[in-house]
């Protein structure tokens, strides 16, 4: 089993940034592939970026650019930095790991206000 536990989420006026990070543990030697989606009130759950066991990245098309995905193995830890926040962004916004299953956090609230 892997656990993910998230943290950095909060409130940011637009044009804004904020870092979220994501402490994996269990079995982490299995997770080819860290991801952070987003969910908003409403709205499908989506793929926001994804970091692979490679370090190859992949982003959705609207945040390339402004949002980095990133890891540090030593820690654990992969992080997100989200640069130019806007306020369609708000949401909650989850870590996933793939293994042969996925596996996901509690989530962490972002808010992005005008």
């Known amino acids: 089993q892997v656990q993910l536990v998230e943290s950095g989420g909060g409130l940011v006026q637009a044009g804004g940034s904020l870092r979220l990070s994501c402490l994996a543990s269990?079995?982490?030697?299995?997770?080819?592939?860290m991801g952070w989606f987003r969910q908003a009130p409403g709205k499908q759950r989506e793929l926001v970026a994804r970091?692979?066991?490679?370090?190859?990245?992949n982003y959705l098309d609207s945040v390339k650019g402004r949002f980095t995905i990133s890891s540090d193995n030593a820690k654990s830890t992969v992080y997100l930095q989200m640069n130019s926040l806007e306020p369609d962004e708000s949401a909650v916004y989850y870590c996933n790991g793939a293994t042969i299953a996925h596996h996901w956090g509690r989530g962490t609230q972002d808010a992005v206000s005008s």
């Open positions: 970091i692979n066991f490679d370090g190859t990245t």
């Open positions: 269990g079995s982490i030697s299995k997770i080819y592939a």
